[in-house]
């Protein structure tokens, strides 16, 4: 028993040990297994990783290399503008001016008590006129962020120069994610950031220059369009918004190439088979409202001011409709190199003489090397949807820009029977919200110039696959596309500072300035506008892209004002009162100090007209800086003597029986300055037109006199009450007032609005 018993063990012992071995030497082996497994993934990791590191290097080597080589070409195309960057700006005239809104942002911001955001009181003194606060926010924000370390035309250089190398860059790399082929996308790059239309605007029109941020739109649209996703919609809507930062004409324009590719998209999905429909159609909704919403978060606060105004009554920002005949471009200019090209610029000029409107509006020359290319890429690629696509959007685009009527060599009607030719864009006008407010409509080829830069890009792609020598073929196609597109040297004007500016922008009192004759000529007036970027005043009347109506009101019916501002000898009005007796009085009171008389844009006798007028007239010290072609007269501060001032309501002057009248409307007003509080009269004659009405005359608040005023000239004599200061005297007709047109028995094509007839105007103290 003992000794089976012990076998027994023995044999159990020895089994349990080499079953322990076995699970010993098995674990072992699984664990070497597993060790081995894990070596071998963290070798494929690293190897991903290396990978990983080797293709962002070489992207980042590869993207560097573009921006070096387009910043290089920016800078021999653009010549000789960044070699005399801190001295001149490019081209001049309105690129003046959008210098001065680049400045006016941050002062707008940070000095509430001076001027406003939505309206700006340092022009058109003393009642400024709204204003859109961010007609180029992109370029308004980096000109704040470098302004403090850079001279605000240095900026504007550089935001200029920005606008060629990514505009070619976002296209880069948009042709690069279509053909995967960088030579095509380089040379697509050349072909919209070089373009005729581009260096045209660039000479003034700063919002149509910022064409950059347009391509890195469609990037992410065209990945909206292949890939889906979240993420891609997200990124179309930031760049849709930077877009709209760039220019307001371009969000409109670019939400119509939104709405096309939407329509197309929709169009191929119906046209597959066997698909569910339903699901596809629930996918570009998603993704496009997804695209919308974000647009709209980051459109708002740019844009509810525009859109407030373009929804009231007095929606000052909508034009006559013609304006969007005269700002389309005419059919030949689409083959027809620009003017600044230094070969046929001088043999076209001629030619874009005859269009309508001005030549920047109708530089819109695609390119023989890019047509034949875009027809190429058409034709070998028929077959590629995005292909298609973009040949859409390039004639389509191509024709909107040539607006409601067609025009050939300036001409707008055809054959003995005069016949025009309505185009797509007459509808768009009605369909599309604000786009009557859009006048250049020559600026939609900006689209365009893209997709004929995309369709060129898919054909060189396609002539490089059928030919080994490449680097050859590059380099010619790119040299044509340059030529043909060449602007060198491109236009400058110079950037000065008179000492006179200098001198006042020391001085910290805040006063106003009347500049003569900024407002009888834009030319001065774009350049006297930039020198309120040294001295920092407030200036009378001056320009701006769009103002209301009755902005010049002050200019136009303020004794002294009127006659300085129009270049024109004294004048008679209604208002019967010594200006050699108050004209410096009236100068005191809405604090303007100097007038300037900047000579370079006046002739003798219109200078010696002006300083006749000045010595004669108003209290003044005279200071002639003749080195900037300045006389500057200070004017003298005295008492302020009571004087009278015509305010809103009323026509134009003319004669009635050999003495000067002026019509009202419905409402008129008048201002009387008293220098103390004080009973007088106002004596006056007056007629109505057509049939007789109710003349209502308030003392401020206070209903002063009423009458039935005949269509006979009769006098009135009307008490009325003076505080010291400002005194407002309103005329209101409670019949309102007619126009002459709208009287079939008159006979007449007179369009104004008239009610009563004022003669004479006397303010008598007793």
């Known amino acids: 028993m003992k000794s089976s018993i012990r076998g027994i063990m023995k044999s159990s012992i020895r089994g349990i040990m080499k079953s322990s071995i076995r699970s010993i030497m098995k674990t072992g082996v699984e664990n070497t297994k597993k060790i081995k497994k894990y070596k071998i993934s963290d070798k494929i990791n690293d190897k991903i990783n290396d990978k990983i590191s080797y293709f962002q290097e070489k992207s980042f080597k590869e993207h560097a290399g573009v921006l070096i080589l387009y910043t290089l070409l920016t800078f021999i195309l653009t010549y000789p503008v960044v070699f005399k960057i801190r001295t001149y700006i490019p081209g001049g005239g309105d690129a003046f001016h959008w210098i001065r809104t680049l400045w006016y942002t941050p002062v707008a911001i940070f000095n509430p008590d001076l001027t406003k955001l939505s309206h700006d009181y340092l022009m058109f003194h003393p009642y400024g006129i709204p204003a859109s606060p961010f007609q180029s926010a992109f370029n308004q924000i980096l000109a704040y962020l470098l302004s403090s370390v850079i001279d605000i035309h240095v900026v504007y250089n550089i935001l200029f120069l920005f606008s060629f190398i990514f505009g ?53 649209l065209m990945k909206m369009l292949k890939e889906g996703g979240a993420r ?21 324009f670019m939400g119509i190439f939104v709405m096309l590719l939407f329509v197309y998209e929709t169009y191929t999905l119906l046209r597959k088979e066997k698909i569910d429909f339903k699901k596809g159609l629930g996918i570009i909704f998603y993704k496009y409202s997804l ?90 690629l028929r077959g590629n949807r995005y292909v298609k696509f973009w040949s859409i959007a390039a004639l389509f685009f191509s024709l909107i820009s040539l607006g409601p009527l067609l025009h050939i060599n300036g001409s707008t009607s055809f054959t003995v029977f005069n016949t025009t030719v309505p185009l797509p864009h007459l509808v768009l006008y009605y369909l599309v919200p604000f786009l009557d407010n ?19 890009g898919y054909g060189v792609s396609e ?66 506008i930039y020198y309120q970027t040294i001295h920092g005043k407030p200036v009378v009347g001056n320009w701006a892209a769009r103002f209301p109506s009755d902005a010049r009101d002050f200019e136009l019916n303020t004794p002294v004002i009127r006659e300085l501002t129009y270049l024109q000898p004294p004048t008679t009005d209604i208002l019967l009162q010594d200006i050699s007796q108050v004209g410096t009085s009236i100068l005191n009171y809405y604090n303007i100090s100097y007038i300037i008389l900047h000579t370079d844009y006046m002739d003798d006798r219109e200078v010696n007209l002006s300083e006749t007028f000045i010595q004669e007239t108003l209290k003044t010290e005279r200071k002639a800086y003749e080195k900037d072609s300045l006389i500057v007269y200070h004017v003298k501060k005295e008492p302020v003597k009571p004087f009278m001032i015509l305010k809103d309501g009323w026509n134009q002057l003319e004669e ?18 008293s220098d103390s509080t004080r009973n007088a009269a106002l004596k006056f004659d007056v007629c109505s037109f057509y049939r007789p009405r109710t003349l209502e005359i308030y003392n401020g608040k206070t209903l002063k006199n009423r009458q039935i005023i005949t269509t006979n000239i009769t006098s009135n004599y009307i008490p009325i009450s003076l505080e010291k200061g400002e005194n407002l005297i309103f005329l209101h007709v409670p019949e309102g007032s007619e126009r002459p ?25 007793p």
């Not at 050859?472 to 006179?500: D, G, Q, R």
Request: charge should be negative; hydrophobic fraction near 50%; include cysteine.
């Open 291 to 380: 695209f919308g919403v974000v647009s709209f978060i980051g459109l708002i606060p740019i844009t509810i001011e525009n859109i407030l105004i373009a929804t009231s009554n007095e929606n000052f920002l909508k034009l006559d409709p013609y304006e969007a005949v005269m700002g389309s471009t005419d059919l030949l200019s689409f083959f027809l190199p620009s003017v600044l090209h230094p070969v046929f610029g001088d043999i076209t000029v001629d030619i874009y003489s005859n269009f309508l409107g001005n030549t920047s509006e109708n530089t819109t020359f695609i390119g023989y090397t890019v047509i034949l290319l875009s027809l190429f890429a058409t034709c070998r």
């Open 438 to 456: 859009c006048r250049t409509t020559g600026r939609f080829f900006v689209i365009a110039s893209l997709s004929f830069a995309v369709l060129a």
């Open 168 to 220: 070619a860059f976002g296209t880069y790399l948009l042709i690069k994610y279509l053909t995967d082929d960088r030579i095509s996308s380089f040379i697509a790059g050349l072909v919209f950031a070089f373009s005729p239309y581009h260096f045209a605007h660039s000479l003034g029109h700063f919002g149509a220059t910022s064409i950059e941020w347009i391509p890195f739109c469609a990037l992410y």
């Open 656 to 673: 009635m029986n050999g003495n000067p009248t002026r019509w009202m409307s419905n409402n008129a007003t008048i201002i009387i300055h």
């Open 741 to 765: 047109c709208d009287l079939p028995e008159l006979i007449s094509i007179d369009s104004r609005e008239l009610s009563i007839a004022i003669q004479g105007v006397q303010l008598i103290f």
């Open 463 to 528: 002539l490089l696959k059928s030919n080994r020598n490449k680097k050859m073929i590059a380099i010619v196609i790119s040299s044509l596309v340059i030529f043909e597109y060449l602007a060198i040297p491109l236009p400058i004007s110079a950037v000065t500072e008179p000492s006179f500016y200098k001198e006042i922008s020391q001085d910290e009192d805040n006063y106003a300035l009347l500049e003569i004759p900024a407002t009888l000529n834009y030319k001065a007036g774009v350049s006297t």
């Open 232 to 252: 891609n919609s997200f990124f179309a809507g930031i760049f849709f918004i930077l877009v709209a930062m760039s220019d307001l004409q371009y969000m409109v």
